[in-house]
């Protein structure tokens, strides 16, 4: 034996051995590519699935993105209320945060201790979401003109809708959703993604609403009929769509036996105690709060204000107060796709960059780093006397902070995902509903206080704009110092805030050791309840 072996040259034997093992690895490959296209087509896998998964928050963003970016604008400027436009807002926006304090706990208490029935747990909530924000939105942005001229009336008008738009949004149970529906974190991962892409495409119409507004609005009836068509027409079809979306996702338990057993394993209603238990045991949803407390700040003070500092920095003459509408509205369309492209493709990069770095926490304390780097670098400009004279070091500037920004979103959603399984670990529930709430109490809130802030300055120099033509009615001498003040908003305090952040996530608990155990416990505990 030893004889014939050594008559055969090794590379011989070699080259053979390679060939077996090509012509056995060919089959095994083509099966594996067979398994993985089968796999796509099997629920939650599946194109019907991912495609509701994308657009299902559609018309939520997309209102989302008018309260960010030109409610304030809407009621101060356009809305044909006066001087008293300011006061209305920034009331609207601090009492509707007290609101919140109670209503979003409440809501998530609400959809936690819900059954679970054919048509699974969280669909539902999203449903009754997508609607009332649609018509909500609608109304909020239609001050009849036979209100503007009674305080009264228009204050009910906008505190009603403002708050059933409050309500609505908070049921859009996204999050919790994807958690029941998969337990795949690379699935979740590209739920996340999905939703993130089609949900800043869609908000990109809404920011360019006031764009359209400020160049057809002559021939529209003025600016407030624009933005009024403009918003229905948009968040009706926004609606619809959303609709459909969340219509064709099937969410996890199907037959009568299996919405049983999900009904026996999750019998207790969330009790009190549970929710005591998630804030003393939490410790990652404490620090996802806590850090998100200040970096959420970085976004929204920036876009709370950048808009009036483009109108009167760029488009005033401050002599006279007259604004310049058309060289404003392309100005204000240049806003929005600084603001949302860099979004939308940094988005579709971030997954890759978890990979790269090995964690949803690795890349969000990269983006915090360079969003307040860039922020501390608008108001270097500032003060160098640059930032005031150049629309285009402004545009430059926001383009690499929504960079920054945009592949963070991903990460960040990921970590409020590993926050809910977290509680699952150490409390015995997810609780998903109730964490979610807390996020969007979290960042209501932030929006709130931007538009707070904001709104305090204006009726601290009495500011009043005409409906019709944008322009100034006020004393114009007190603009060069809003416009002060409105550069350390978008400068200094968003880069001290993410600096906070990035610190807070020090104390992040889920480590891999931590993550494998949960892994495991969430297995058992699967084995178990199916025995």
């Known amino acids: 034996m ?51 998964m994308a657009v299902n928050g559609l018309v939520g963003y997309a209102s989302l993105a008018l309260m960010s970016s030109i409610f304030m604008t809407y009621l101060t400027d356009y809305a044909g209320i006066g001087p008293w436009g300011a006061t209305l807002a920034t009331v609207v926006l601090f009492v509707g945060r007290i609101f919140d304090a109670v209503n979003d706990p409440v809501e998530g208490w609400i959809m936690d201790s819900a059954k679970v029935t054919r048509h699974g747990k969280y669909r539902k909530f ?24 009674n305080p009264v009336l228009v204050g009910i008008w906008v505190f009603f809708f403002y708050f059933a738009y409050d309500v609505g949004s908070t049921f859009a149970a996204f999050v919790p959703l994807v958690q029941s529906v998969t337990k795949d974190d690379e699935l979740r991962a590209r739920f996340f993604t999905v939703n993130r892409l089609v949900s800043t495409a869609g908000a990109l119409p809404a920011g360019m609403i006031m764009t359209f507004a400020l160049a057809l609005g002559q021939q529209m009836g003025g600016i407030k009929t624009a933005i009024g068509i403009l918003v229905t027409v948009m ?42 238990a998630m804030v003393k045991l939490n410790r990652a949803m404490a620090v996802q709060i806590v850090s998100s407390l200040f970096s959420g ?17 760029y488009n005033a003459d401050m002599a006279a107060g007259v604004v310049n509408n058309s060289q404003l509205a392309f100005q204000s369309l240049l806003l929005q796709l600084v603001s949302l492209g860099p979004i939308f493709l940094m988005t579709g990069f971030s997954p890759l960059l978890v990979r790269k770095m090995g964690s949803n926490l690795a890349v969000q304390r990269l ?35 929504n960079c920054a920004s945009g592949f963070g979103f991903v990460p960040s959603i990921g970590l409020w995902a590993e926050s809910i399984d977290y509680n699952r670990y150490m409390v015995g529930k997810e609780m998903g509903a109730l964490v979610t709430a807390l996020r969007s109490l979290l960042e209501k809130a932030q929006n709130a206080l931007a538009g707070g ?16 033509t944008g322009n100034y009615l006020g004393d114009v001498s007190q603009l060069p110092a809003l416009l002060d003040r409105f550069t350390i908003l978008m400068g200094v305090v968003p880069a001290i805030l993410g600096a906070i952040a990035f610190i807070i996530y020090r104390w992040w608990p889920i480590t891999p050791e931590i993550r494998a155990s949960m892994q495991a416990k969430f297995a058992a505990d699967e084995v178990v309840a199916k025995a």
């Open 235 to 276: 968040v009706v079809v926004f609606g619809a769509i959303s609709l459909i979306g969340i219509l064709m996702i099937r969410e996890g338990n199907v037959s009568d036996e299996e919405v049983a057993e999900a009904n026996n394993r999750h019998a207790e209603r969330i009790r009190f105690h549970d929710i005591i």
């Open 2 to 52: 030893t004889q014939i072996a050594d008559m055969v040259p090794s590379t011989a034997l070699g080259e053979r051995a390679d060939a077996a093992g090509a012509t056995m690895a060919a089959p095994v490959e083509a099966k594996d590519v067979r398994e993985a296209k089968a796999r796509r087509k099997e629920y939650p896998y599946d194109g019907k699935t991912l495609f509701g």
């Open 453 to 468: 802030i904001v709104g305090v300055l204006l009726i601290m120099i009495g500011y009043n704009v005409d409906s019709e």
């Open 126 to 149: 999203i449903i009754a979401s997508i609607i009332i924000v649609t018509v909500s939105s609608i109304l909020l942005y239609n001050i009849p003109d036979g209100l503007v001229s």
């Open 367 to 401: 983006s915090l780093a360079l969003m307040s780097l860039f922020s501390l670098m608008l108001f270097v400009c500032e003060l160098a006397g640059v930032l005031r004279t150049n629309f285009w070091v402004l545009f430059i500037i926001l383009m690499l902070i």
């Open 297 to 313: 700040f970085m976004w929204t003070t920036t876009s709370a204000v950048v808009m009036y500092y483009v109108k009167w920095a």
